[in-house]
């Protein structure tokens, strides 16, 4: 008896608020894909114009219900008051300007000294850079005023930093400095990388569509499904790297303290994942889903229909986030979606996804050569693994996530399968 009892507590418990709902997410996507639709004709736009307004179309939607709905600046963790707390400061401003001119200068000669960022890959991010440099130009001192009126906080990681880039004046506490170069190098590793992706992705939907368009229930739809799943992911990635504001609440909290967490992380992403995965953990063989059920045409199409709703779980877990998208940084605790099943709803999705879309246990060449990808697979996830632990010992830091992590170890769809066969 008690323990019915008990499971009906369980079902019934209040989940902690989201950072983020989730129906505004959804609400972005869908504004962000109609404007990829709206533009997918369009000569005067390339890829990277393309995905440039879907993002900004996105990013429109869901900060018009953070500002004027859900008032974000006014909660606790923003640090903003909405009434003004002191006089404006020029010089405050000024060197708070100063300081970010810093940054965007350091960010800038590490891209110049990495040969990395000099070919034509990254061609659509510098584009994108050119278009948004003037606006941030003058964007940036009335952000700067207003901030330095409302913000509870005098001393921020701004000015910190900037007393002791131009005066020598080290801080008394390091910690505000340290967590918003984290950032910067976050933004400056990953935002590159999302907008390269999506330019290109943007590039390729509409004539994926076509296709479908052309031959339904067929393998072209499978293919757009799937390319449309990534490219809602790279669009909400996107924003969350462009939107890195106190005024939207979407700002850093923290960042991953650890050298192994950022190696984890960041292995998982180019240039370094070519390398590994080329050299040392290649999974992939001679044969794919499509070909290796080629002969089985509904089993086919179910295990199609299983990958497309894993790869479209895995943009859902992104859309999720809103704004405040990120790896290696803590910008809010998100619980609504497919977080409120389980804590890793994105990795877990992507992995089984690995394996049924590169069936690494099917291999003409021989069972040895299929235990070989078998194994290297398995040590993929295991990277992946190893992110959700240095991801969680992090943001365990913050009570929101404790009590999101204690909610869904009571309440998340683990728990309850276990307690189904209790």
């Not at 913000?151 to 400095?177: C, H, I, T």
């Not at 365990?396 to 307690?419: K, Q, V």
Request: charged share 15%; glycine share 6%; hydrophobic share 50%.
């Amino acid at each position: 008896m008690n323990s019915t009892l008990d499971n009906v507590a369980h079902v019934h418990e209040q989940r902690p608020r989201s950072a983020t709902p989730f129906s505004v997410g959804l609400l972005g996507i869908v504004a962000g894909l109609l404007t990829l639709w709206l533009l997918r004709d369009s000569t005067a736009l390339d890829g990277a114009g393309r995905s440039t307004a879907a993002c900004v179309a996105i990013i429109a939607t869901i900060t018009l219900y953070e500002l004027f709905v859900a008032r974000v600046y006014l909660r606790p963790s923003a640090g903003l008051a909405g009434q003004a707390v002191r006089p404006l400061s020029l010089a405050r401003v000024g060197l708070r300007l100063a300081a970010l001119a810093s940054v965007y200068v350091g960010i800038g000669l590490l891209y110049w000294l990495l040969p990395e960022y000099h070919g034509t890959f990254y061609i659509p991010f510098w584009s994108l850079i050119r278009t948004l440099a003037p606006y941030l130009i003058v964007a940036a001192p009335f952000y700067f005023a207003w901030m330095d009126r409302h913000q509870r906080e005098v001393d921020d990681a701004y000015m910190l930093w900037g007393r002791l880039v131009f005066s020598g004046q080290r801080p008394a506490n390091w910690k505000p400095v340290r967590e918003m170069l984290a950032g910067w190098m976050v933004k400056a590793f990953f935002l590159p990388l999302m907008i390269t992706y999506l330019s290109t992705d943007a590039d390729h939907i509409g004539a994926s569509f076509a296709t479908a368009m052309n031959a339904p229930f067929s393998l072209s739809t499978f293919r757009f499904m799937y390319d449309l799943s990534f490219t809602m992911d790279l669009m909400f990635g996107t924003v969350g790297y462009l939107c890195t504001l106190r005024i939207l609440d979407t700002h850093v909290r923290s960042a991953e303290p650890t050298m192994f967490g950022w190696l984890v992380a960041l292995i998982c992403y180019q240039p370094f994942w070519s390398l590994i995965s080329n050299q040392y953990i290649h999974y992939e063989g001679s044969m794919f889903w499509d070909n290796w059920l080629i002969s089985v045409p509904i089993i086919r199409i179910i295990w199609g229909t299983m990958i497309i709703a894993l790869v479209f779980c895995y943009a859902l877990s992104t859309i999720a986030f809103g704004l405040r998208f990120s790896n290696l940084t803590n910008r809010g605790i998100i619980t609504s979606g497919p977080y409120r099943f389980t804590k890793h709803p994105a990795y877990i999705t992507k992995n089984l996804s690995f394996w049924m879309v590169s069936v690494p246990f099917v291999e003409p060449l021989g069972w040895r050569i299929a235990l070989t990808h078998c194994v290297a697979l398995a040590t993929v996830n295991l990277v992946y693994f190893l992110r959700a632990k240095t991801e969680e010992r992090h943001l365990m830091n913050d009570p929101d996530y404790r009590a999101y992590a204690e909610w869904i170890a009571r309440n998340g769809l683990f728990a309850r399968i276990t307690r189904a066969f209790q």
